[in-house]
């Protein structure tokens, strides 16, 4: 019998012993989903810190972006705001206050898995509509969607190169702890002939819930019109080796050491999911990093306004804009990709 509180790693040793080794994807979804489903992991007294939780400034200008998207796409209604993975609802709140103040006034749709972080969104954003999924949200009008660090909490899988040919990535149980190890099955015919003969030991990851995810929402954005933000930590161009990191109290553990008390997340590989995109049709606007993208919009005169507002907070929000856009925060290597459907404008900061 499993109960909701038998330890995950109790649940997958035994699951381990009795069928052999699961797949890395098995061990990221089934860890996240527990990890997710019973906290609230953001904030300072959680594991990890997100860019709408570091400042108001961040969920502002995604509701400006989006705003003067709509209007000049000639303000088509009934408008969908859709978000992924709200969290606590913050950019939410952020975003439809610009965008309220600007004219628009949509429809709220909230995909969120957790019931915990649930119930945060529903005081955060009263009125808004949870889902399961996409498959819910209607289909009668634009759609204007973020994602930040969704993507990024989804299952990879990973194939490594060994001495007898390519295999996938299994997680074992030995002696108690959980080990990545090559699994048993050939795995050479789904490798992209440019890394067939890659050097032993290479790792090549993919997101197949990423590419589901984004695949449908631009078939939306094509059918219904809209435009979309996905924002992550990620690269644009294709690379080898595992990304897997979990995170535990803000520092980085081992992801094998504790399934379901960390949050395990991996790199987006943005080049792939720009090309899912086009290949339904729809238009890839751009992939920037988080800093430039932000400086195009005015975060520094947003952060000025504020700070004319309330000059005791000045160098708060000093630092607070410098942690969204500085290289050495999150400025690099967070990328922000832009779609839209055909028709519609090209965004401001692509
Ligand atoms: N966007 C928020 C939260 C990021 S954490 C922020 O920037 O602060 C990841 C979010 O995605 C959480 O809300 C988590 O519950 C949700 N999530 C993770 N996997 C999911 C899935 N498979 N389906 C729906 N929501 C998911």
Redesign the pocket.
Known sequence: MTTAEEPLAAIFARLIARTGPIGLGHYIGES??RY?ASRD??GSEGDFI????ISQMFGELIGLWLTDMWQRAGSPAPAHYV??????G??ARDALRVARRQGLAPAVHL????PA?TALQRDAVPGATRH??LATVPEDGPILLV????LD??PVRQLVRTGEGWREVMVDCRDGAFVPIAGPRPMDAAVPATWREAAEGTVLETCP?AATVVGEVARRLVAQGGAALFIDYGHTAPRTGSTLQALRAHRKVDPFAAPGEADLTTHVDFAALAAVARTQGCRWLGTVTQGDWLQALGIEARAAALATAAPDRAAVLERQKQRLVDAGEMGQLFKVMGLAAPGWPDGAGF
Do not use: I, K, Q
């Open positions: 996240n989903a997710y992991p953001l997100t860019a709408p939780e978000e992924l993975g709200p969290g606590r913050t950019l995909v969120e898995s957790s972080l399961d999924d994602a930040n660090e969704f909490a989804l819930g």
